[in-house]
């Protein structure tokens, strides 16, 4: 049971949910906005005031976390204690988190090179191994589950949640966002490590924050994150696309996905018909590619990339690549309304709903129970991909997935082992140990069903 003897979840239900003292939530709790609050408690336990991330989650991960919680923050708009508390996580992130950035600096170098030779074989170009920091990615396993390497001393906080406080107590006085703040134009820099999707996934984030507190700080970051990703394009694939990372080998689905999603948001963010039409071209032209790419297959779903010669590679099809593709169309949609968008959405979303959910409509990736840190998180994006195309282009279908997993996490994917905890599979039973990653993962279905209900 969601008991509120854990630590946080006690400081937290006390200072921002509204006349809860001592609250107990239990399986009888089916209010979405309670069970989201009370999971966001659980969340914070993790969060990490010193490095502005999510302790026991990787980098990439903590992009996605933070757009969860953002999006937590928009369903949940009368909550003033969580719109502080957000506010403050994005502010703190904004600043610390870029020192846990795994690879800083490699995608100046291989900018520099490219333009210097910029004739020779990517291959001859890109090989700057003593560049990089050993950050990696690779696909593992018989899933060929995309999974991050991070340096030997990556994980090592530098002083353990010595300013948590300011994060799990609401009353505190709120951080003013001074003028200065807000007319800065941040370095894209320090949030680029060399994997195009992690880039992105930052991008994403922060327009959600721009969203949220109207900084435009946030919005000139991911603009500045998009723009230097554009000098990548394009791949040797049909003379377009991005490749996944500084090494420019592979080309696949998720980094090309991000960056039509990101373009397609900032469109609607733009401040002038002539910017908006800049990223309206980029995002046209990318799913131009994209659905000339083959990548998406026969049964309407898409695969994780392409082969050496620009083939489908048949690899798994992820939940997450078949969720950022909905969001971009959306986004596109709403910046150029077409409504071949949302039916190619629909088209995708249905075909990933039939090869994903098992009879429960619970849905699945094929490494569970043993993701790696990586495999964890791609169902939430999925989630939260699937509420905002519902919110576009409603189906009752739709509705019951988020719904129904949604209830399953809380039914079935928690242990009292680890109080407050969801772990990587939704159906159950509780696979130890959840971390932030796989709890920050179920939230979004739980932050779905909020949205939708
Ligand atoms: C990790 O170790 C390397 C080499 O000892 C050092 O240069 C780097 O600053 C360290 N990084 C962190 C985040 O502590
Ligand atoms: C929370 O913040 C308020 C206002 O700054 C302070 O008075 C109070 O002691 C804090 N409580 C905790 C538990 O830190
Ligand atoms: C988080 O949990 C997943 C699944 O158990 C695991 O593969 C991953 O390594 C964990 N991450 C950390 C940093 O412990």
Redesign the pocket.
């Known amino acids: 049971m969601f008991l509120s003897c854990h630590f946080q979840l006690l400081?937290l239900s006390l200072?921002y949910i509204p006349n809860s003292s001592a609250q107990s939530l239990d399986d009888s709790t089916t209010d979405p906005t309670k069970r989201a609050e009370s999971a966001l408690s659980t969340l914070q336990s993790w969060y990490n005031g010193d490095t502005g991330i999510w302790d026991t989650a990787g980098w990439w991960n903590a992009a996605n976390i933070m757009t969860m919680v953002g999006n937590l923050a928009k369903a949940d708009s009368d909550n003033e204690g969580l719109q502080s508390l957000v506010t403050r996580v994005f502010a703190n992130t904004m600043t610390q988190a870029p020192s846990k950035n795994p690879q800083p600096g490699v995608e100046e170098f291989a900018y520099r090179r490219q333009v210097l030779n910029p004739s020779n074989e990517a291959s001859a170009l890109y090989d700057g191994s003593h560049m990089g920091s050993g950050y990696t990615k690779i696909l593992v396993s018989a899933t060929n589950e995309p999974l991050s390497i991070y340096p030997q001393n990556w994980t090592q906080s530098k002083r353990k949640h010595a300013n948590n406080?300011e994060f799990?107590?609401?009353?505190?006085?709120r951080r003013r966002t001074t003028q200065t703040t807000l007319a800065s134009t941040p370095d894209p820099k320090p949030w680029l490590d060399g994997f195009y999707d992690d880039d992105l996934w930052w991008a994403l984030a922060w327009i959600n924050a721009y969203d949220i507190t109207s900084n435009t700080e946030y919005l000139y970051l991911a603009q500045g994150i998009f723009i230097a990703v554009t000098s990548v394009w394009p791949s040797h694939c049909n003379n377009g696309g991005i490749y996944w990372s500084w090494k420019k080998t592979y080309v696949n689905a998720v980094s090309n996905e991000l960056f039509m999603s990101v373009a397609a948001h900032l469109a609607n963010r733009a401040n002038s018909r002539d910017q908006k039409e800049i990223y309206v071209q980029w995002a046209e032209r990318t799913l131009t590619w994209f659905q000339n790419s083959g990548m998406i297959n026969a049964h309407g779903t898409i695969n994780d990339g392409l082969t050496d010669a620009c083939e489908n590679n048949h690899q798994t099809t992820w939940s997450y690549n078949q969720g950022i593709i909905l969001g971009a169309l959306v986004e596109l949609h709403r910046a150029t309304p077409d409504p071949s968008y949302l039916s190619l959405a629909a088209k995708i979303a249905k075909a990933a709903l039939q090869e994903l959910t098992d009879q429960n409509g619970v849905i699945h990736d094929v490494c569970e129970p043993n993701c790696g840190g990586d495999g964890t998180q791609f169902k939430g994006v999925f989630m939260r991909n699937l509420q905002t195309l519902q919110a576009a282009a409603p189906d009752d279908d739709y509705v019951a997935v988020i719904q129904a997993n949604a209830d399953s996490i809380w039914m079935n994917d928690w242990d009292e082992g680890q109080e407050g905890a969801f772990s990587v599979d939704w159906a159950g039973p509780f696979v130890w140990w959840a971390n932030a990653s796989t709890h920050g993962s179920a939230m979004d279905a739980l932050v779905a069903a909020m949205a939708v209900g």
């Open positions: 400081v200072s406080g799990i107590n609401t009353s505190a006085p």
